[in-house]
């Protein structure tokens, strides 16, 4: 690995600068007065806000955008696996150069180091650890993959001894990170274009404990100490009791830490209520791409809208499934997560950093979960699907929900308009 001394770094570039992760450097950068510019393939709401700060960014993607004295470049670690002649330019160009885990173990070395790992539910504990940390003074740093909605942003820069960060295990990126205090929310099958097995997953998740000085994993005994929350759902009971732990290894008042996460608001995209049609529909907004998200999220509008009784809410889902290879490993546990939804529209998949896989498609996960008789249909665009829910009378008796990690979201932004 290259040596890098951040205090002579000036000038740097992100390739990739849109991932809800690397903006958050890019944002730290900049905010360390530090000369930043970037580069992605497409805008969304991140690069918006990092223009609005300053930052130069170039919709695009080639070494040719990266200027002749840039100090330091970091990129996406997508970047060697869908452009490889790209990542072999700047490996050669004599620019030092840094992935995004590389920069985030660089950025979090000097610090108190808090990192959240786990298959689900990392992003909530985070952002709710953070809340109970800033709610008690202690001024932390946070890195998280979401936005937090109190600021707006997914970086909270701080001056105390703190950093919490979001510590992801694709590609094995968490062990860039040696915390001093290591939360493991649980672990599952999942990121299976990498990893062989579950064995696999477990093995590099004992690698990151093996590295942090301490480490949360059993938080059961503080469920029964978790308030009344304002998110629904038992997994985000288990988020704030993992999040209870942590305050209490940090010996954090109980009761000013309960207080922090009755008041959590939740997340950007996860779980997040976008707002209401004119004709009463209520429309949301959910990261959730894996069955056992899926799950937790329909069982936690379940809990706000029960089904059966009068006013009761017909949910219908917009799912993009996110990755070939996620939907073909996990493709029976995805027809059977449905339960408990009235009607299911189907996307095309969203294949990110993936050539084609023909042998999956949306078409066969709607046949496979009509089978298991729930209630879908798949579109072979995002226009056709538009068109259609256009045709379909919404009122005050429905919930419609876009979810997945991909572009779901943008579908409501066509069908609605909201008050």
């Known amino acids: ?66 200027p002749k004295d840039t100090d330091l470049i970091v990129y996406t670690i997508a970047i060697p696996h869908y452009d490889v002649n790209l990542f072999n330019q700047i490996k050669d160009s004599g620019i030092l150069y840094k992935s995004y885990p590389e920069m985030l173990g660089i950025v979090t070395a000097d610090k108190y180091t808090i990192a959240v790992a786990g298959t689900h539910g990392k992003t909530t504990t985070t952002a709710m650890i953070a809340k109970i940390l800033i709610d008690a003074g202690l001024d932390p740093t946070v890195v998280v993959g979401s936005l937090l909605k109190d600021y707006k942003s997914n970086l909270v820069v701080g001056l105390g001894k703190y950093f919490v960060v979001e510590a992801c295990e694709y590609k094995r990126s968490f062990l860039n990170i040696k915390p001093k205090l ?60 993992a999040a ?11 009761g000013l830490a309960q207080k922090s996460l009755s008041e959590f608001s939740g997340t950007w995209r996860r779980l997040e209520k976008r707002g209401q049609t004119k004709d009463g529909t209520i429309v949301y907004d959910d ?108 009122g005050k008796n429905d919930v419609f929900v876009t979810m997945g990690a991909g572009e779901a979201y943008k579908v409501a932004d066509q069908v609605f308009k909201f008050v």
């Open 287 to 394: 990261y959730a791409h894996h069955p056992t998200e899926i799950m937790a999220s329909i069982e936690a509008l379940r809990e706000i809208y029960p089904q059966g009784g009068d006013g009761a809410k017909r949910i219908t889902i917009v799912f993009q499934p996110h990755l070939y290879s996620r939907t073909k490993a996990l493709f029976n546990d995805f027809a059977k997560s449905f339960k408990g939804v009235d009607d299911i529209i189907l996307l095309p998949i969203y294949f990110a950093r993936e050539e084609k896989d023909e042998s999956v498609s949306s078409g066969k996960l709607v046949e496979a979960i009509c089978k298991d008789g729930d209630k879908a249909i798949a579109f072979t665009d995002f226009e056709l699907a538009e068109n259609y829910l256009k045709s379909v009378s919404f």
């Open 1 to 66: 690995m290259q040596n890098l001394d951040l205090s002579k770094i000036k000038k740097v570039f992100f390739v990739g600068i849109g991932g809800i992760g690397i903006s958050a450097i890019a944002r730290m950068m900049f905010l360390e007065g530090k000369e930043v510019s970037g580069s992605d393939m497409a805008e969304n709401e991140l690069t918006h806000e990092l223009r609005d700060l300053g930052l130069h960014i170039t919709i695009d993607q080639s070494f040719e955008l990266i």
């Open 182 to 241: 290591a939360v493991i929310t649980n672990i599952e099958e999942d990121h299976l274009d990498y990893y062989k097995d579950l064995d696999d997953i477990k093995n590099a998740f004992n690698q990151f404990t093996s590295q942090s000085e301490n480490v949360i994993s059993d938080y059961s005994k503080y469920l029964e100490k978790v308030p009344k929350l304002s998110v629904p759902g038992v997994h985000n009971r288990k988020n704030a009791a």
């Open 244 to 254: 209870l732990a942590v305050s209490d290894f940090l010996k954090i008042d109980l």
